[in-house]
T-cell receptor
Framework: EDQVTQSPEALRLQEGESSSLNCSYT??????LFWYRQDPGKGPEFLFT???AGEEKEKERLKATLTKKESFLHITAPKPEDSATYLC??????????FGTGTSLTVIP | DVKVTQSSRYLVKRTGEKVFLECVQD?????MFWYRQDPGLGLRLIYF???????EKGDIPEGYSVSREKKERFSLILESASTNQTSMYLC??????????FGPGTRLTVT
């Protein structure tokens, strides 16, 4: 059973076209939900941690939100440099980590 | 800033060779992890360690071993490299249950 599911698998946006990426999870006892950005050929770069439903975090054009079942990564007025794969992960109270397979975002100038 | 470094960015080895990949973190994290990442398969956990000299198998430990003699250093060993171990290898570290910080990755090619 998948603990973390990300959708869509791939997303193409025009520059300036806002959208959202989804991460749904099924772990019991959520300790934290994490968002990462990964550029081709590089290691994932940590973006945000969310701990409880209703929490929000922002960084530049990115905003992450959390509910009891899912998280959204909202991208406002994206630029070509926002093109990357965005990974979601969760940890549970047993210190187990589960990663999604990512959303590949392409922003077209 | 957290820093996780890996010994090589690119590595080419021959089938049957013993391969060592080393990872060092500077944040005094208890937990360290080794993953491999392949197109369409995402991140797959090979081994992790909760403390010095402790190790736990992940999802795909076959063909690999690890060593953690010091808190800051976690090594991945391919006892006899095979072509199906060609992959991107990623090391990460974290405090217990919290966000993992990744190294830059090692692209290993086994010919």
């Amino acid at each position: 059973e998948d603990q973390v599911t990300q959708s869509p698998e791939a997303l193409r946006l025009q520059e300036g076209e806002s959208s959202s990426l989804n991460c749904s999870y099924t772990v019991s006892g959520l300790r934290g939900l994490f968002w990462y950005r990964q550029d081709p050929g590089k290691g994932p770069e940590f973006l945000f941690t969310l701990y409880s439903a209703g929490e929000e975090k922002e960084k530049e054009r990115l905003k992450a939100t959390l509910t009891k079942k899912e998280s959204f990564l909202h991208i406002t007025a994206p630029k070509p440099e926002d093109s990357a794969t965005y990974l979601c992960a969760v940890s549970d109270t047993g210190n187990q980590f589960y990663f999604g397979t990512g959303t590949s975002l392409t922003v077209i100038p | 800033d957290v820093k996780v470094t890996q010994s090589s960015r690119y590595l080419v080895k021959r089938t049957g060779e013993k391969v060592f990949l080393e990872c060092v973190q500077d944040m005094d994290h208890e937990n360290m992890f080794w993953y491999r990442q392949d197109p369409g398969l995402g991140l797959r956990l090979i081994y992790f360690s909760y403390d010095v000299k402790m190790k736990e198998k992940g999802d795909i430990p076959e063909g690999y071993s690890v060593s953690r003699e010091k808190k800051e250093r976690f090594s991945l060993i391919l006892e006899s490299a095979s072509t199906n171990q060609t992959s991107m290898y990623l090391c990460a570290s974290s405090s217990r249950g919290y966000e993992q910080y990744f190294g830059p990755g090692t692209r290993l090619t086994v010919t």
